[in-house]
């Protein structure tokens, strides 16, 4: 295959693979608790792609590269997917992909916040929109009228702030040159944690291996090869060979390839208010992607 040839691949992968994730992710769990899940899926990924470096002959990481990756780790993985994993027990992937979606908006107010970069005016309005297709998208009967989807809902809140913390900072700390080298730490630091987590919690004890449905397994195999592996080795090809803002480009297509294949192959409900609060969260994001930069620092 040609550069042009892998680099339509690569997006296709970025794209299809990892906005069929969070439907992976809820097959996964029918049969294996969430926490544990991710850890399973996370550590296999990682050690697989750790092994990978060494074999390639990568230079050993430091000690300081070790503890920013562990940081990132816990951020991204257990905290952030670790909480959103969770929250598909009482939210539809597809709605779940799209309250995701708003990750941007909270990124931009952040570094507002706490850095003093405030945003060009098309990320200013890009926030409005955003913050209106948000009150839409919960202001549905499913969060109003369901205490679990409540707390699906906060979970997902709690893996947005990871998200956008992490996303802030990783660009500010001293971590491996190579960047599957950097996921493969990350994965195997959230991998245990979340291992951690779910021993402590007693949700390990709470699996039983006769009830793992062949389903479930086919998921989590899924996650680790094509979710963590294939579809990061494409993101990262893609930076290599395309800007960042045609990489950023996955923020639009994976919630509505999380909503058509929710809808498709788990008879998930598609309701209109989901599709306008869709429609009107991703126009917000398109002008917070197009307002990116520092207009001022106050």
């Known amino acids: 295959m040609n550069d042009r040839q892998l680099i339509i691949a690569a997006f296709l992968a970025v794209y299809i693979i990892w906005g069929s994730t969070y439907l992976f992710n809820t097959w996964a769990i029918e049969s294996i608790p969430p926490f544990l899940m ?22 050993r990481p430091s000690l300081r590269h070790w503890l920013n990756s562990a940081l990132m780790g816990i951020l991204f993985l257990t905290v952030g997917t670790g909480s959103t994993v969770w929250a598909l027990q009482y939210i539809d992937s597809g709605v779940t992909a799209l309250i995701i979606a708003v ?6 107010l952040l570094l507002w916040g706490l850095l003093n970069q405030r945003p060009r005016w098309q990320g200013i309005l890009g926030g409005l929109i955003g913050i209106l297709g948000t009150l839409i998208l919960v202001g549905q009967p499913q969060f109003t009228d369901s205490p679990e989807s409540r707390w699906g809902l906060a979970a997902s809140g709690l893996a947005l702030t990871a998200w956008a913390f992490a996303s802030i900072y990783i660009s500010r700390i001293d971590l491996p040159e190579s960047r599957p080298r950097r996921s493969a730490m990350q994965m195997i630091v959230g991998g245990a944690t979340l291992f951690a987590y779910s021993w402590l919690s007693g949700e390990v004890g709470t699996f039983e291996p006769a009830a793992l449905t062949n389903k479930s397994l086919g998921a989590m195999i899924y996650l680790v090869l094509f979710g963590s592996i294939v579809a990061f080795s494409a993101f990262n090809y893609l930076l290599s060979k395309v800007s960042p803002e045609q990489v950023a480009t996955s923020t639009y297509v994976n919630p509505v390839v999380a909503l058509l294949l929710g809808w498709w192959l788990n008879n998930e409900v598609i309701t209109n208010q989901s599709m306008v609060a869709g429609a009107v969260l991703l126009t917000g994001v398109f002008f917070i992607n197009r307002g990116k930069g520092q207009a001022q620092v106050e």
Do not use: H, K
């Not at 991710?38 to 230079?59: C, D, I, K, M």
């Not at 990750?103 to 931009?108: A, E, K, S, V």
């Open 38 to 59: 991710s850890s399973v899926r996370f550590s296999t990924a990682g050690v697989l792609l750790y092994a990978w470096g060494v074999w390639r002959g990568q230079p």
């Open 103 to 108: 990750d941007p908006l909270l990124i931009m």
